[in-house]
């Protein structure tokens, strides 16, 4: 098994009111290190804190390094604080973890295009009762991880199938107190997506 490299730092700084964390992961990817750095500015009259998030993304065995950079109004206290809430598809790592309200992680690595390269997820809101939204990242073919903007902003919450055979990404959010909405996303030959199904299912 990979060993697992995991840094947290912690400061509070009262006067200020914020906190920073930084992590490092080296077995979410078989080619990347990725590390997360986030300072969340506290509210005390809010549930809601604000955030900037940095990520920065380290090729194994050479000195690539992207760096990706948002801000977030709408985050939920403990969003990037647990190094641990992350998950891959490629290594595995947490890739059966449980999954409560629709939160699949912080942070996690999979192939969302189906070209067989490592894409990324990061998540970046809290924008109602349907979990968490992320923002996708898709790697090209010179390594640089670009943002999708289908994926982020239709697709937008985390996929709980992702059929690479039948190339398919579908979500389950939930939709009122007895169902969810199934949307089912297929990527044609050129790449491009759309919805293909959409329907309500029981809880």
């Known amino acids: 098994m990979l060993k697992v490299y995991l840094l947290i730092i912690t400061l509070f700084v009262s006067s200020l009111g914020y906190s920073q964390y930084y992590c490092v992961h080296t077995n ?22 604000s955030c900037t998030i940095t990520i920065e993304v380290l090729r194994k065995g050479n000195d690539y390094k992207q760096t990706i950079n948002f801000n977030s109004g709408w985050m939920f ?22 999954v409560g309200d629709n939160d699949f992680g912080d942070l996690i690595v999979a192939d969302f295009n189906f070209d ?8 970046i809101a809290f924008e109602g009762n349907g979990g968490p ?10 390594c640089k991880f ?3 903007n289908y994926l982020t902003e239709t697709v937008s919450f985390f996929p709980d199938t992702i059929n690479a055979t039948k190339k398919v ?16 996303y297929k990527q044609d030959i050129t790449g491009s997506w759309k919805v293909v199904r959409k329907r309500f299912i029981d809880h």
């Open 28 to 49: 979410l990817s078989k080619d990347y290190t990725f590390s997360t750095k986030s300072v969340v500015f506290k509210s005390t009259k809010e549930l809601i804190d």
């Open 77 to 98: 206290d403990g969003v990037y604080t647990d190094c641990n809430a992350v998950r891959s598809y490629s290594t595995g790592v947490n890739k059966t973890a449980d």
């Open 116 to 123: 067989g390269l490592e894409d990324l997820a990061v998540k």
């Open 133 to 142: 939204t992320y923002a996708y990242y898709i790697q090209d073919s010179k």
């Open 146 to 148: 670009i943002k999708d």
């Open 169 to 184: 990404l579908i979500t389950r959010v939930h939709a009122n107190a007895y169902e969810r909405c199934e949307t089912t």
